[in-house]
T-cell receptor, first 120, second 111 residues
Framework: GAGVSQSPRYKVAKRGQDVALRCDPI?????LFWYQQALGQGPEFLTY????????KSGLPSDRFFAERPEGSVSTLKIQRTQQEDSAVYLC??????????????????FGPGTRLTVT | EDQVTQSPEALRLQEGESSSLNCSYT??????LFWYRQDPGKGPEFLFT???AGEEKEKERLKATLTKKESFLHITAPKPEDSATYLC????????????FGTGTRLTIIP
């Protein structure tokens, strides 16, 4: 694909609802990352996949957060029983993780537009 | 623990007025330092990667430099379209590819 896409772009959830955020990485990219960005802050790492394997989930703030990438391409970040402190922009990024593809640079992460989650 | 500190938090410049943004970092062996630009409501857009002290990279009005403790993003004769938040991030030698970001510098160029 032309770039990383995320859906939905905006999500409003009532406290206690479950939400699912989707990420479509750049085609052929092996590595996929989820970050959380609070207003006025830099992105903070949540979790990382290499193909379908979740290699690092140390940044997930609680066991209410769960991410998967079952076929090594599309990924879903799920948040159960949302709380107000979960309100943030959730960013997905991908990198080729070893194979250089035309138009990309080794090691660089390319970000999607983000999903803005508001919990009321 | 890896740390990235960016300064200033915000910077307002007149069009054409050159300046520099600072990124200080502490990391257990640097594998790469990354600069991104972020516009409101959008995801970060990749600008540069620097790998070793003394390295410099340029793109249009931007030039990024790296020392063992900090990086600078120099902006020469900026235009209003350069207004954005500029983010710095580091990737350590050990561990996975995750990036540690600073809080960014919000740059405003006044016509």
């Amino acid at each position: 694909g032309a770039g990383v896409s995320q859906s939905p772009r905006y999500k409003v959830a009532k406290r206690g609802q479950d939400v699912a955020l989707r990420c479509d990485p750049i085609s052929g990219h092996v590595s996929l990352f989820w970050y959380q960005q609070a207003l006025g802050q830099g992105p903070e790492f949540l979790t990382y996949f290499q193909n379908e394997a979740q290699l690092d989930k140390s940044g997930l703030p609680s066991d209410r957060f769960f991410a998967e990438r079952p076929e090594g391409s599309v990924s879903t970040l799920k948040i159960q029983r949302t709380q107000q402190e979960d309100s943030a922009v959730y960013l997905c990024a991908s990198s080729f993780g070893g194979r250089r593809l035309a138009g990309t640079v080794r090691g660089e992460q390319y970000f999607g537009p983000g999903t803005r989650l508001t919990v009321t | 623990e890896d740390q990235v500190t960016q300064s200033p938090e915000a910077l307002r410049l007149q069009e054409g007025e050159s300046s520099s943004l600072n990124c200080s970092y502490t990391v257990s062996g640097l594998r790469g330092l990354f600069w991104y630009r972020q516009d409101p409501g959008k995801g970060p857009e990749f600008l540069f990667t620097l790998y070793s002290a003394g390295e410099e990279k340029e793109k249009e009005r931007l030039k990024a430099t790296l020392t063992k403790k900090e990086s600078f993003l120099h902006i020469t004769a900026p235009k209003p379209e350069d207004s954005a938040t500029y983010l710095c991030a580091v990737r350590p030698n050990f561990g996975n590819e995750k990036l540690t970001f600073g809080t960014g510098t919000r740059l405003t160029i006044i016509p």
